[in-house]
């Protein structure tokens, strides 16, 4: 994973900015104002609304905070002090966000969810960061470059002169200030939280027929290496899912036709009487990357047979020249 980009390639806007003095690495966490259901759920929505299908820049604040008290010399928090010093005041990374009805306490486990709880909560409020939204996609900004340089004074006061326990949504003028920033993919370590969200919205989901042919044509096993038979199962059903909602969205646009050569169905049965679904295959066009990487709708091409067939021989000689 080691393709660099710039901001302006990515599929979707960087929406909003999260400011604080410690980097996220498998999660982002926000702090509501009680440790309510309701308000928990109130601060959720809030930062899905913020994020609107997009991106976020993370920005490390000047200033570190202060452990409780036991902790100033504790092992990680001088090393978290150390890593602070480095990336004060700087942009670090982009982040795709995803919604999960786990609590941090799941996704870290009870033990490391109490530890930073008695690090970090402020007396009897033991809920710091408890709204945590995984990371699916992660990039590292080259360079990390200090976030007055990139915005200007203006901009840069406008988004972190003031405290806030969401996030800060940018303007056209900051999203475009930050559209040539370098940004190299990371591996997000916690995108198996969104596939296996998304694994039950599948078992609830008709497949359809030629869905399932598709993926099991596009992820046999041998591009499944490595996981369990249970695993394979709910990532080839997940990968099913996308693709029938991709098929959809393409039905809605009206562009059900080969993406390669541009063979469309409708040049050859212009009355209809046959669905030209069924003379197209979905195409997974990163088979070796599903379950690994947070794959989307984008992720598949719509291809007529012979299409297919033909990019299934260019993937397997490009998988024997990196033999």
Not at 196 to 213: H, I, M
Not at 220 to 237: F, H
Request: net charge positive; proline share 6%; charged share 30%.
């Amino acid at each position: 994973m080691s393709k660099t980009i710039k901001v302006k390639d990515l599929p979707a806007p960087i929406n909003a900015a999260k400011a604080d003095w410690l980097a996220g690495t498998t999660w982002i966490g926000f702090t509501p104002k009680t440790d309510s259901q309701k308000t928990r759920n109130k601060c959720s929505k809030t930062i899905q609304r913020q994020t609107d299908g997009g991106y976020i820049i993370e920005y490390i604040v000047e200033t570190p905070e202060k452990p409780n008290h036991g902790f100033e010399t504790d092992p990680d928090y001088l090393a978290e002090r150390q890593a602070h010093k480095e990336q004060a005041g700087r942009f670090i990374a982009v982040h795709k966000l995803r919604y999960s009805s786990r609590s941090l306490g799941t996704i870290l486990g009870s033990t490391e969810y109490q530890r930073m709880q008695d690090m970090w909560a402020q007396g009897a409020s033991r809920w710091r960061w408890s709204v945590a939204f995984p990371i699916v996609e992660t990039y590292r900004i080259i360079g990390q470059p200090k976030a007055k340089d990139v915005l200007g004074v203006e901009g840069y006061r406008r988004l972190f002169a003031h405290s806030s326990a969401t996030l800060r949504p940018l303007n056209h003028a900051e999203r475009s200030s930050l559209s040539d920033l370098q940004i190299e993919p990371m591996v997000a370590a916690n995108v198996w939280i969104a596939i296996e969200d998304e694994s039950k919205n599948a078992d609830a989901y008709p497949l359809t027929p030629q869905g399932v042919r598709d993926m099991r044509r596009d992820l046999p096993d041998g591009a499944l290496e490595g996981m369990s038979d249970e695993r394979k199962a709910k990532v080839r059903k997940r990968a099913t899912w996308l693709a029938d909602r991709f098929v959809i969205l393409r039905s809605k646009a009206g562009i059900l036709r080969c993406d390669d050569c541009k063979f469309d169905p409708f040049t050859v049965f212009p009355a209809g009487g046959i669905k030209p679904r069924s003379l197209l295959d979905v195409h997974h066009k990163c088979p070796i990357e599903e379950g690994v990487r947070y794959t989307t709708v984008d992720d598949f091409a719509l291809l007529c047979p012979t299409c297919h067939r033909i990019e299934h021989a260019r993937m397997k000689l490009a998988a024997l020249d990196k033999k």
